[in-house]
């Protein structure tokens, strides 16, 4: 049974970081990539970040370039993000997701988190 479970959350000041860990298991870690959603109130659930299977390729939504650094250790079976110089806009719950592939997908993941919250105050 795969599980993945995000960490990290919580509640920060604008300009402020913050990182994410979500712990793998059930599953082949280095075989799938991962990546990171965030959902807002009201709105859908969307594409934050991916990482490759080995961690040498990432891709990031625009709004997050600069700011957000997705990582991953396959000897812990964890994924990371790190968020830094954090706005308002950045509210959301954030899931880890897993997909089996070769490639860097931005959809199709197979298998998700519960979530973790990240508030930013102003």
């Known amino acids: 049974q795969v599980q993945l479970v995000e960490s990290g959350g919580g509640l920060v000041q604008a300009g402020g970081s913050l990182k994410l860990s979500c712990a793998a298991s059930?599953?082949?870690?280095?075989?799938?990539?991962m990546g990171w959603f965030r959902q807002a109130p009201g709105q859908e659930r969307g594409f934050v970040a991916a990482?490759?299977?080995?961690?040498?390729?990432?891709y990031y939504v625009d709004s997050v370039k600069g700011r957000f650094t997705i990582s991953r250790d396959n000897a812990k079976n964890t994924v990371y993000l790190q968020m830094n110089t954090l706005i308002p806009e950045d509210t959301a719950v954030y899931y880890c997701a897993a997909k089996w592939s070769a490639v860097l997908p931005t959809s199709g993941y197979t298998h998700w988190g519960h979530g973790t919250q990240v508030t930013v105050s102003s």
């Open positions: 059930g599953l082949t870690f280095s075989s799938y990539a």
């Open positions: 990482i490759s299977r080995g961690g040498s390729s990432t």
